[in-house]
């Protein structure tokens, strides 16, 4: 069984940072990649960034020179800076895994509230 769990959601201002953490436990054997994914109110949900093991980082291009995602180990981090009120949404961590007697497969946290308001 894997589990990952996130943290950091919360109210902000617009204009204020939050940073979120994912950390990722159970039967890992390895993890190819990690990243997190929001879903607003009637919207899909959409990646917002994404970091391979080779380094690769992806990041959606609302949040470009806003958001930074790093790992360390099996745990994923989203700082989030100048936040904008469009970035409120459940905020989901992602990572795909490989456990012992199992293929890669893909993980879901349970999500994190991300609200931006004045």
């Known amino acids: 069984q894997v589990q990952l769990v996130e943290s950091g959601g919360g109210l902000v201002q617009p204009g204020g940072s939050l940073r979120l953490s994912c950390a990722a436990s159970?039967?890992?054997?390895?993890?190819?990649?990690m990243g997190w994914y929001r879903q607003a109110p009637g919207k899909e949900r959409e990646l917002v960034a994404r970091?391979?093991?080779?380094?690769r980082i992806n990041y959606a291009d609302s949040v470009k020179d806003r958001f930074s995602i790093s790992r360390d180990k099996n745990t994923v981090y989203l700082g989030m800076n100048s936040l904008k009120p469009e970035d409120t949404a459940v905020y989901y961590c992602n990572a795909d895994i490989y456990s012992r007697n199992y293929y890669r497969v893909t993980h879901w946290g349970q999500g994190t509230q991300v609200t931006v308001s004045s």
């Open positions: 159970g039967n890992i054997l390895s993890i190819n990649a």
């Open positions: 970091i391979t093991s080779g380094g």
